[in-house]
């Protein structure tokens, strides 16, 4: 296969390749990503809480990730303005059940104080609590109030910051995992060998999250190990909505964050979370005890009016963190400079903007020929999210079907989502019934694709010009459908959906 | 220019299954002008016309019919009389004072009828509602997607089937599977009976020799990409796993037939009142739910086993809201209907207007032997055995009532078969 070139490859399409690819994009470097699956956003941003912290990480031994929070925080919304991608800033609510926690509420405030956050109160007035957060539980005697605190769609942010990249002159590349790189000294550049065929760069950026030491490893890099932790939560319904307005968290038995529940941009409610140590990164199950046990009393102490069974999904997320003190990796290899490991962890959702401009701004400057440090004039921050016929007041959806007829087709009830929406998430890069359902939400509401399944198999099959049997979940091996006997094989759908 | 459109109506019916077919065959002749059927699916009869086994039509149209055939009689009926349908048509807003927003490939548009029947059927109870442990990787189903899956677009959804939940569609879906091909390595239930119908645990699954663990439940599915292992557990009388009894099952595909919930969003956006148990609108006799000018029939209110009963509860509904648009909002009685010993739901919960008869559709909570059913103390009736797959139902002459006040309380006695 023919080389492709580039000046900057960076490996993993999660929220932090993605990220980092858009601020080089600002350079008038060529820019490609490479993604080992077949949808972006599909490993540790997939099972995110989804909260932007304010900063209340104060931990001395990890002064980049608390930078990450603080400015983090402070940038996201004008980010998530930029790119049209669901954010707001609902605050959270530590809180107390008793005088020993409400000490540590206090010596937590005093130290995010001195570390830069002055946004915080602690709120001892009961009845203002009730107000602010009407069914919290009565026994909350205090609470430490961050209004900075916000909720965003990290998979929305992943799709905003690679297509604004890719307006601005990236490649994205999906179903190509890197699985060699070698730096050739002579030609002064890295060459990487992938599923499809070998690519060269000049600078390479590690954003492969979880394996992330596996890719130094392959530079010979081995200064950094990452250590894995399995968290399982629950989506409510969306009857809820409404129900919980801020993030309400507990205090766990150290005295630090734990234990949450929280609305989500989508209008339903997140709870959680179970936390167990792990070393496999497909271990993405949850159990009984973790659920049933765990996640579900702890969400009913903080909010008692949500019953159990207005579940409607439980799932969990594998959270990479650099083992040790879980303080991000942003540094070149030894010896390689121009390797740069660009690894997140703990809060590296709301942190992936501020680090990614620590990463070009600060430390790519120390690494990178002068020649390539020319920013383009033509830098466009702005993109334009596809429509979402949910979010659209009556007029302008009458206006988009007068436009286009297909957007007035439902496919999915439970979430409103149109023909017209899935066709565009297929244009802008989904290739599988997941890649769909997480660019439009169809199949995420209650029914939980029951309805718009087969509807969502047979669009995909049409838009990508595959048989059914080929359309998958979530890339190969996770195919939906098999084909009936030969004898007994009746039309399908596809043409007439 | 505003690209809304606005539609004026009598009668607005949300939903074309059995029940919305019913409602606007009835209403036609009930003598309502103009009524206006809303479907979203390409085609009318709910989810009829994927239940190609027969079984359908024995009380509505007294012949055994396939839910296709079904479909069809009704659907002749309502063309005859005029009806007036929306296919492709979603209503996705419906405020309390009887303005209905619906959208389709041509338009978005503002119904306001005189009055609405709400008909928009059930979903089934999804994999996630059920709080499984385990992973979720392709080949997890609701055994009507499977159905779906299967009968319309042509298409399997897996080889080796492990189906969770004995409801009706479960069974039909075990015995279908196996026809095509699959291999079903089990039925499993988590309480100690079958959760369907007797006919349908005698035609689906022992006629076809499929094994069924009752006081099962799944402990666990493996898989990253598409299903590897389902692992099933024996339970005890609390639904607790029993350790040591699990067995294997190398299966690729989950179905999952777990119950049906009424579909009832746009009723909340009513402001409607709704029943905790039955998952629908609470309605008097009339079938009129606590807005005024909304009426509700078929699966929408509360599962019905069979779509004839469906269709007949949703006609009632039609022929009280003809009145309700003649402008008859006469109500005259004022009784409270209420689930006692052994009764998990009664339907109508309200009693407010006396007409001939008034029909009680009722589940119990438990398997019984020589039950006797009481209505107040007015009225029993005994059955040799009482399930909670079979709904009972009872016809009480209204002459019974006129004594009645306050409150009426529906029970059942009898011996736990199980
Ligand atoms: C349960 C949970 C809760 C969290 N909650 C929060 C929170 O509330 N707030 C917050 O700020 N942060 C939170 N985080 C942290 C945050 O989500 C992560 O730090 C962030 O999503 C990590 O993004 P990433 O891009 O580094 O990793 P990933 O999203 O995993 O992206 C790495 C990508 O690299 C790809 N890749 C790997 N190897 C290769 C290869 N060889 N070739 C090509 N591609 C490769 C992977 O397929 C993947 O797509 C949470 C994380 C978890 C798991
Ligand atoms: C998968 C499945 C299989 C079944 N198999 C059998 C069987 O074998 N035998 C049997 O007797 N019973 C069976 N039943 C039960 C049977 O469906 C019911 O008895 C009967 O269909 C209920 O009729 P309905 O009209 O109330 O609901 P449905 O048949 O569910 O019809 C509701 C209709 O409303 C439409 N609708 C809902 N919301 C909206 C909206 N917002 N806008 C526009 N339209 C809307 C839906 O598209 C649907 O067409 C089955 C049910 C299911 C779910």
Known sequence: MKLKSFDVIVIGAGVAGAAVAREMTKYALSVA???????????????????????????????LKNRGELMGAAMMGQLCADLDVKYQRIGKLLVAFDETQVAQLKALMQSAKRLGLMDIELIEDRSRLLEMEPNLNPDVIAALHTPNTGIVSPWGLVYGLLENAQDNGASVFVECAVTGIRWDAEAQRFLLDTRQGPFSAKYVVNAAGPFSDKV??????????????????????????????????????????????????????????????????????????????????????????IPASAVIRPFSGVLNQCAGTGEFVIRSAPQLPRFLNFVLGGSGLTACYAMAQYLSLEVFPTVADAADLKTRGDF?????????????????????????????????RCETVTEGEIVEAIRRGARSVDGVKFRTRAGMGRCQGGFCGPRVIAILSRELQIPPE???????????????????????????? | MSKIITHETDLA?????????????????????????????????????????????????????????????????????GVDFMTKTMAIRVDGENRITALNRDRLLEIRPKATILCMGCRERSFGALRIPGTRPAGIYTAGTAQRLINI???????????????????????????????VLAVVEIM??????????VQCLRDFHIPVYVSHTIKEVRGTDRIEKIVVTRVDQNRQYIPGTEIEFDADTLLISAGLIPENELSRMAGIS??????????????????????????????????????????????????????????????EVAAGANIRYVVPNRISKLQETVSFYMRVTWPLADATVRIGDIYEKHFQFARPSEQIRIDLPTKELAHVHGQLIVSCEGERAV
């Open chain 1, 33 to 63: 990503v490479l993604e080992k699956n077949a949808e972006v956003a599909c490993e540790v941003t997939k099972g995110t809480h989804a909260i932007v912290h304010a900063g209340l990480s104060v931990n001395p031994l990890t002064p």
């Open chain 1, 216 to 305: 130094a490893a392959m530079v010979g890099d081995t200064s950094f190990q990452i250590s894995l932790t399995r968290q399982e939560k629950v989506i409510f319904d969306k009857n809820y909505q409404g129900a919980v307005r801020h993030v309400v968290r507990m205090l766990n038995n150290m005295g630090a964050p734990g234990d949450f529940i929280c609305p989500t941009v989508y209008g339903d409610l997140m709870a959680g979370v179970e936390v167990k140590p792990t070393d496999d990164f497909d271990a993405c199950h949850t159990t009984q005890p973790g659920i049933e046990e765990h996640v579900l009393r702890s969400s009913a102490r903080l909010i008692p009016t």
């Open chain 1, 380 to 412: 466009n921050p702005c993109r334009k999210d596809m429509p979402h016929v949910h979010d659209l007041e009556p007029e302008e959806l009458a206006e988009l079907i007068a436009r286009d007829p297909r957007y007035g087709h439902v496919i999915c």
């Open chain 1, 470 to 497: 080929a359309v998958t979940k979530k890339g190969p091996g996770s195919y939906m459908v098999t084909a009936l006997r030969d004898d007994h094989s009746v039309k399908g759908e596809a043409e007439h959906v």
């Open chain 2, 13 to 81: 019916i949300i939903g074309g299954g059995p029940a919305g077919l019913g409602a606007a065959i009835r209403a036609k002749a009930s003598g309502v002008k103009n009524v206006l059927l809303i479907e979203r699916s390409e085609e009318l009869g709910g989810v009829l016309p994927q239940c190609i086994h027969n079984g359908f039509g024995l009380h509505y149209f007294k012949e055994s019919l396939t839910g296709p055939a079904y479909t069809y009689k009704m659907l002749q009926d309502a063309q005859r009389a």
């Open chain 2, 153 to 183: 677009e042509g298409k399997m959804p897996g080889k080796r089937v492990v189906i969770l939940g004995s409801g009706d569609i479960g069974m039909i879906m075990a015995r279908r599977l196996t026809l095509e091909g699959a291999k």
């Open chain 2, 192 to 201: 100690p009976f079958i959760g369907g119908l007797i006919r349908n645990e």
């Open chain 2, 274 to 335: 709704m029943n905790a148990i039955t998952g629908g609108p609470v309605v008097d006799n009339l079938w009129q739910t606590s807005t005024p000018g909304f009426f509700a029939g078929g699966n929408v209110v509360h599962v019905h086993d069979l779509a004839d009963y469906a269709s007949e509860s949703a006609g009632m509904a039609a022929a009280n809201a003809a009145r309700y648009i003649d402008g008859d909002r006469s109500q005259d009685l004022d009784i």
